[in-house]
């Protein structure tokens, strides 16, 4: 295998939105090539909508535009009239797609080209959904093919996670589709496309709950910190029982007193609370007592002590918690935070944004790309935790 197969497999293997990284390192890596980014056309031109010469065209737009793949650019842009054999059955198409997606997607980028020579017809459907700052990455892509001549439609759903804090764990699937269009129509197309992702999202959905109540559970600590059973006729005195009988221990004086529920707090007083055996948080100005949760998160206590003490609703959101978990964070609220004159402004989830954002709410489809997301990342850091803690606890020879 040439110099630049071998780099193309790692350009057609990048993992969403990370084309740029995965560019940068192959110039770090090849110095003494310096043109090979130039040869990787190939492995970047691979559309169904390419003009050539770098060139691409958007029938919704009506136009045409050149592509820095490298650096991710469009430049030149020129209008571009779509004429052909199929010209009335793509348009047609991409005008059942685009309510389609925006009812079942949040941000979504789609398209409907001619392809083989004009005799068949190709519909694309791209998601994604990119949080760097949490250290992963996540698409949901769906390709179909239409033949008019049979009525057959072909495709395939793929999903692809890319997790990388601590690690670096890749989740791929690809979904098989095929269908028949009897009627040959755009909105005949768009319905069977809706019902095959709609049955995907359902078998997602109903994984993760398995995943949930069957393979989390089965990570989780089988015994306390402590590696011993809890002596339940010696309850009252552990931390937890006398928090629950009202009995006295080691805590803090002042922390007991601000325990108290509906207490205001100011960020310095939420502040002072940022260790393992005293850590509050922040979430949507309410303030939580998360202390006797850190040693229980199936992230590991790292995860919290890293916004031990601090306004957390940014991480908090863009992890995107189950109702299970929401619930366990409400019984841990002490209080109310009280913003003074000087503090930052309230922490807000960022907004995502794609190519061809459709602001719709995050239902149907839209929800199996999330669900893969939020679920892939907890999998991946959850496996790392339980390997670290096998490894950890297995004798030394």
Not at 53 to 61: H, I, K, N
Not at 327 to 353: F, H, I, Y
Not at 371 to 397: K, T
Request: net charge negative; hydrophobic share 35%; glycine share 10%.
């Amino acid at each position: 295998m040439s110099e630049v197969e071998t780099v193309s497999a790692f350009v057609e293997g990048a993992p969403p939105g990370e084309l740029a990284d995965v560019i940068a390192d192959i110039k770090s890596l090849t110095i003494d090539s310096p043109d090979i980014v130039a040869n990787l056309a190939p492995a970047f031109e691979n559309a169904h909508n390419a003009l050539g010469q770098g060139q691409y065209f958007d029938v919704e737009s009506s136009s045409s535009f050149t592509f820095d793949h490298p650096t991710q650019k469009a430049s030149n842009v020129q209008s571009y009239v779509l004429e052909g054999a199929q010209s009335d059955l793509v348009k047609s198409t991409l005008k059942s797609l685009g309510p389609c997606v925006k009812e079942h997607f949040a941000n979504a980028a789609y398209g409907v080209y001619p392809i083989e020579e004009d005799s068949k017809v190709a519909v694309v459907i791209v998601s994604n959904k990119y949080s760097p700052n949490n250290f992963w990455n996540g698409r949901w892509r769906s390709v179909y093919t239409f033949d008019p001549a049979s009525g057959a439609l072909e495709g395939s759903i793929k999903v692809d996670v890319h997790y990388y804090e601590d690690g670096n764990v890749r989740l791929l699937t690809d979904r098989p589709s095929t269908a028949s269009v009897s009627s040959g129509t755009g909105a005949g197309i768009v319905k069977e496309i809706s019902a095959a992702e709609k049955k995907y999202q359902d078998e997602l959905n109903r994984g993760f709950t398995n995943l949930s109540e069957g393979t989390f559970k089965g990570l989780r600590r089988q015994l306390p910190v402590t590696r011993q059973k809890i002596e339940w006729d010696k309850v009252t005195s552990y931390r937890l029982g006398q928090d629950i009988g009202g009995g006295s221990g080691s805590r803090r004086p002042d922390r007991q007193k601000s325990v108290k529920m509906g207490a205001e707090f100011t960020f310095q007083d939420v502040a002072e609370h940022n260790t393992k055996n005293d850590l509050y948080m922040v979430v949507h100005d309410k303030v939580y007592d998360c202390t006797k949760f850190v040693d229980e998160h199936p992230g590991g206590e790292e995860v919290m002590l890293d916004v031990g003490g601090q306004d957390a609703t940014e991480a908090f959101e863009d992890v995107g918690h189950s109702d299970e978990a929401r619930d366990t964070l409400a019984q841990l609220e002490v209080g109310t935070l009280k913003r003074l004159a000087g503090d930052p402004a309230p922490n807000k989830p960022a907004a995502s944004t794609s190519s061809s954002s459709n602001n719709a709410d995050t239902s149907g489809i839209g929800i199996g790309l999330y669900a893969v997301l939020l679920v892939g990342g907890a999998v991946a850091y959850g496996a790392y935790q339980y390997l670290q803690q096998q490894q950890q606890q297995q004798p030394s020879a």
